[in-house]
């Protein structure tokens, strides 16, 4: 089977590469085929949202400052809460256990025909909808 040419990341992924976890090996490793235009990488400007927020919480608004600024010079594509973003994401949230963002990362990927790049276990059960690569812990 061929790799996917597109991946979402959820903010277990984006995370992993900004705290340089294990899995930020393979987020590298995409970014890198995503240089070359061998792939495309995207994430919801949801899930973006919340990975400020998260570094925020973690430590001061300046950091959250300092991510965005490096996450903007990478080669990940954020992609809009439009209207049909944003009801695809609610109506996979009514349907699903898993957060809204997820619901959000869920619905870029199928809009984008994507597969998503996560270690969160809230996508399980998600399989048979969303293409899923999971990232060690």
């Known amino acids: ?38 792939c495309r990488l995207f994430i919801s400007i949801i899930n973006l949202g919340e990975v400020l927020y998260i570094i925020e919480l973690r430590g001061k608004a300046s950091k959250a400052q300092e991510a965005l600024a490096l996450i903007r010079q990478l080669p990940i594509e954020i992609l809009a809460a439009d209207e049909p973003a ?15 963002a997820d619901a959000c990362a ?10 998503i790049l996560t270690g969160d276990a809230e996508f399980k059960g998600l399989e048979k909808m969303v293409k899923v690569e999971w990232l060690g812990k």
């Open 86 to 100: 944003v009801f695809s994401a609610a109506h996979i949230k009514a349907s699903h256990a898993l957060s809204y």
């Open 1 to 38: 089977m061929a790799e996917p040419s597109a991946f979402v990341l959820d903010t277990f992924a984006l995370l992993a590469y900004l705290q340089d976890e294990p899995a930020a090996a393979r987020v590298e490793q995409l970014m890198e085929q995503a240089v070359k235009e061998k």
């Open 106 to 115: 869920v619905a870029a990927a199928l809009y984008e025909n994507a597969c």
